[in-house]
């Protein structure tokens, strides 16, 4: 495997892992609509990669388009052709993420995320591209409160935006089953992406209030926001407010390219797999660990629980660990730290 197209690979995960891919010496092609990212994104990726590898070349392409549009995702892999490039594997991270969006405009949601994704398979059939990636989210599972989720818990996603998540997902079920054990394709299940690359140069850049709990805890670090508000401490967890299975960012690129490559060397196949560390931090913990090892102060204030909120979600990562042999190796320190070094470096964003 040498080119591998990243869809949304400007946005938060995808930037990252387009770094990953470029040190691990791949050719790098990226789609992106930039509706929910910056261009300043591509910049800052050359610039880590080239400062490390004293270098000024970068293989690394980008195409500023839509997934909507089947004509521009042809285009780009006929323009790839023309070079005499072949895409060996997608990552595919574009899709809006906004679970309070989804529900307020559904459709935005089914015609981003699963036409998309229809255009992007359909393109990549005809190029006889058959190893994909894609992104999909633990907000497929039904929570269950308590216990480990494994990759047969219940599915029972409960938004707009897990549905279409599911939905691709058995999209994908059914093209493996209907192809002569032509594709190679895995749904990797994230739990909660937070921290950023180690430089402070890329980090996750949300468009409007975040809705996420770190970039709350940066924002009020910072004195964007004056308060943090912990929703629910009665919870029936240690502390009472909720738990979440964290995972560095760096982790995650990591994993995207050590599961296209095993992949890639195995048969046909199409794999669901949990992305987390398996350890589960609540709220209160996360903020007193980001207070510590950035010597900062984050001061909250606890609010009655949220309507559809749900104490306990955590990956079990066995499949992970023990079938695909890849483990995370940042732990909640290495993720409060970068990303406030992300935060403070850029206080407004790119
Ligand atoms: N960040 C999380 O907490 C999380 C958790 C679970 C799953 N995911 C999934 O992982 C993927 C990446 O997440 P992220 O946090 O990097 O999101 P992001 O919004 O930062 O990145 C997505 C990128 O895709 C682009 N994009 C969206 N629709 C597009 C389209 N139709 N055509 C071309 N480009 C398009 C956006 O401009 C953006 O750059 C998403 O599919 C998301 O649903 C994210």
Not at 111 to 133: D, K, P, Y
Not at 168 to 174: N, S, T
Not at 184 to 201: V, W
Not at 248 to 264: G, N, Q, R
């Amino acid at each position: 495997m040498k080119n591998i197209l990243v869809t949304g690979g400007t946005g938060f995960i995808g930037s990252h892992t387009c770094l990953a891919l470029l040190e691990k010496g791949y050719c790098v092609y990226i789609i992106d609509s930039f509706e929910n990212s910056s261009n300043k994104v591509v910049e800052r990726i050359i610039q880590i990669y080239t400062s490390k590898k004293n270098s000024v070349n970068t293989n690394l392409q980008v195409f500023k388009g839509n997934l909507r549009d089947k004509d521009f995702i042809r285009d780009v892999f006929l323009k790839i052709k023309k070079n005499n490039q072949k895409i060996d594997g997608v990552i595919h991270f574009a899709g809006f993420k906004s679970v309070s969006e989804s529900i307020i405009n559904p459709l935005l949601y089914w015609r981003n995320n699963l036409i998309g994704t229809i255009n992007l398979l359909e393109v990549m059939a005809e190029f006889n591209c058959n190893n994909l990636v894609f992104s999909s989210s633990a907000s497929v599972y039904v929570p269950n409160e308590k216990y480990l989720l494994n990759e047969s818990s219940k599915i029972g996603p409960t938004n707009p935006y897990g549905n279409t998540k599911h939905t691709i997902e058995i999209i994908l079920k059914d093209l493996f089953k209907s192809s002569a054990k032509r594709w190679k394709l895995a749904s990797l299940r994230y739990f909660n992406p937070i921290g950023a690359h180690s430089s402070g140069l890329l980090g996750e850049d949300p468009k409007d209030i975040p809705n996420n709990i770190f970039p709350l805890i940066t924002n009020t670090a910072l004195g964007i926001q004056k308060i943090l508000k912990i929703y629910g401490n009665d919870w029936p967890t240690a502390d009472g407010t909720t738990i979440r299975d964290y995972i560095h960012v760096m982790d995650l690129a990591e994993i995207h390219i050590k599961v296209l490559e095993l992949l890639s060397k195995g048969n046909s196949q199409y794999l669901k797999l949990n992305i987390g560390t398996g350890l589960g931090t609540s709220v209160l913990e996360l903020v007193k660990v980001f207070e510590r090892v950035n010597n900062v102060k984050v001061p909250f204030v606890f609010e009655k629980r949220r309507i559809g909120d749900t104490p306990y979600v955590v990956a079990d990562n066995s499949l992970l660990i023990s079938k695909m042999n890849i483990n995370t190796v940042r732990n909640i320190e290495d993720m409060c730290r970068d990303g406030w070094k992300w935060k403070k470096l850029n206080p407004d964003g790119y």
